[in-house]
Structure formats: structure tokens, C-alpha cells
């Protein structure tokens, strides 16, 4: 059984609590009963092996058999800049990077992209991105829910980026070093950001302010592929050169 997020309000130990939409999961879709164990995580380092005691139409509530510390990180954070992809591909890619463990997606406004988000459409669409993070966070057992953040420029993301941030771009058709072999900052301390361009790929004024800002393109290889495949490959060789999977 996946790891449930819960808000801090709903602990009081030794017991949690569980109303809204969880409680609905729960009890109708998962058919909780007493007596079954179940981990609940709080999103900040702690989780609660929990025997159910009481299900009911108000809440579901559990009995703290066991409280389990996270692990101390020991490799910088992972972000993903991917610009943003139209339909599903784009919650696909938010899914698949939560399960192979990036900390933050922050979605790219690119020139090439096809979806242009208007205004009025942003909360609603990082609501969903956020819906999906969660969901894919409990059922690939992270001890944290990754950051959605909003969309904003490339520009605009390299300005922002944290001091100590390795900054790499994948681009198609050009020389540059290997995702395999470009140096990784090792102190914890630090961030990867990687970024993915759209489907048109990136345009020549963004590849330009890449080369202003001292970033060399990497590369995965002399094929083509779509931006999705191109995220999830990335985040799978960075997370095994990482430590992290595999």
C-alpha cells in the first residue's frame, strides 16, 4: 500500500485523524477497515505506521504504532525546467518526475511551445499538476511532495536560480558533453536544474541567452527524441549518477 500525505493538522499523537477527499479514498475506493496498517507521511521528514481504529462516514482514524525518521539527504536537490507540452504529455511528464524523485518542476514558457497558458488558466492548471504530484508521491513512496512551480520564462528561471545550481540544457543536433559524463556538484547543499525543451525545440534567442549565461548544452546522444522521452531519460541517468536509482 502506497504512503498517504496528511496535513499536519491531523496528527495528534498518538492518534491521526483523516477527513476530506482522503477519508473519501480511503474508505470507499480503498475499502479501509479497523485493524488494517497503514503509512501516513506529514511531507516534512516524518512518517506514521498507523493500525486503523475507527472508520466512519466523518473521518478514518488510526492509532501511531511507530514513527519513522527520513534518511539524511546526501545529494543535492534535482529541478526540472521542462517547457511546457500540450494535452496529456505534460501531466505525464509531471507524473514520471515525481516517481523518479525530482524536488521541483517549474513548467518553461518557451517560444516554441504549443500550449501558451492565459492567465485566467494558470491556478487551475497547477492545481492539476499539483493533484498529480501528490498522487504519484504516495504511490511511489517519497517521504516529500515535490514543488509545481508557476510557469515563467526561461529567462526569467535562470535569473531565479538558486546560488550553486548546476544549470544543464538538452539540446538536439549539437556538440555537447554527455549527460553520462558532465560534472555533477556533489555537496548536498547544491541543485541540478535540468532543462527540456518544448516540441519545436528550443529557438535560436533562447539557445543565445543560454550561451550569455555561460551554460553549455548537453547532450543525449545523436537521436532524436521527444520531449517527454527526453525528461524522463534525463532524470533516470542524473538520478543513477546521483545515487538515487539503480
Partial sequence: MPVFFVPPECIASPTISITGDLLIHLRDSLRITVGEIVLFCDGASHRYRTEITDVSKRAVTGRILEVVQEPPCRTPRLILGQSL??????????????????????????????????????????????????????????????????????????????????????????????????????????????????????????????EQTGIQPITLGPHILRAETAAIAAISILQSRLGKLG
Avoid: C, F, Y
Wanted: glycine share 8%; charged share 25%; no cysteine.
Fill in 85 to 210: 507540452l500540450k494535452g496529456e504529455k505534460m501531466d505525464w511528464v509531471v507524473q514520471k518526475a515525481v516517481e523518479l524523485g525530482v524536488d521541483e518542476l517549474v513548467p518553461v514558457e518557451s517560444r516554441h511551445s504549443v500550449v501558451q497558458l492565459k492567465a485566467d488558466r494558470v491556478d487551475h492548471q497547477l492545481t492539476r499538476w499539483q493533484r498529480i504530484a501528490v498522487e504519484a508521491a504516495q504511490q511511489s513512496e517519497q517521504w516529500r511532495i515535490p514543488t509545481i512551480a508557476p510557469p515563467q520564462s526561461l529567462a526569467a528561471l535562470l535569473k531565479n536560480r538558486a546560488t550553486g545550481t548546476a544549470t544543464l540544457m538538452l539540446a538536439e543536433r549539437l556538440d555537447g558533453k554527455s549527460l553520462q559524463t558532465v560534472a555533477l556538484p556533489q555537496d548536498v547543499t547544491g541543485s541540478v536544474l535540468v532543462l527540456i525543451g518544448p516540441e519545436g525545440g528550443w529557438s535560436k534567442e533562447e539557445m543565445g541567452l543560454v
